[in-house]
């Protein structure tokens, strides 16, 4: 668990459902490598939601992987995401399991909308506030069908966006339909 010295508030949840995860994301063959049908899908949330960056995010024990990557260059790196990365020269799509907010999605199952992470005291604290920037989260649980929360869809932003409900739906409405686009590939695999 990771706490802020100063107010001792978690920041990242525990997540007991991770090693079962992880097996189901080595079955689907997911989570280990870029995805071109995942960045497609990351560039089209983009758009619909208008947001520079957007992510297909899989996250195991200790992190978070971009299968599919959308950035305002469209560079398919992570680099601009992750301020350790770009500070030591290495592109990566990865990120650790403390920095963000897709883990506390996978972990709640539920989607999360903050229109401003600084007005939320549990989500301000975050690294990718002050390294990285971040100042909006609009995100939704990729729940298949084994029940299993595989990972995030996301967008963010480095001004406060209103989300609003209609974001909300959106996004909601968007990761069913990247489910059911998982669904196929398993069945058309068997």
């Known amino acids: ?13 525990p997540d007991p459902e991770a090693p ?23 560039e089209r949330l983009a758009q619909v939601t208008g947001a520079p960056y957007s992510m297909v995010n899989f996250i195991d024990e200790n992190q978070q992987f971009f299968a599919g990557l959308h950035t305002p260059n469209g560079l398919r790196t992570a680099g601009d995401l992750d301020a ?19 883990p506390h999605v996978v972990v709640r199952r539920k989607a999360l909308v903050l229109e401003d992470v600084c007005d939320y005291p549990r989500f301000a604290g975050n690294p990718v506030v002050d390294e990285i920037g971040i100042r909006s989260y609009l995100g939704a649980p990729l729940i298949d069908r084994t029940g299993t929360a595989l990972g995030t869809i996301c967008v963010v932003d480095t001004e406060p966006r209103p989300w609003g409900r209609a974001g909300l739906e959106t996004i909601k409405s968007l990761a069913a339909e990247l489910v059911e686009q998982i669904h196929r590939r398993e069945d058309e695999s068997r």
Not at 20 to 42: I, T
């Open 20 to 42: 079962a995860r992880v097996r189901r994301l080595r079955e689907l063959g997911l989570g280990d490598r870029p995805d071109p049908a995942f960045d497609a899908f990351a």
């Open 84 to 102: 350790t990365t770009a500070a030591s020269g290495a592109v990566g799509r990865f990120m650790d399991r403390d920095h963000g907010y897709c």
């Open 1 to 13: 668990m990771t706490y802020d010295p100063t107010g001792h508030l978690l920041l990242t949840p």
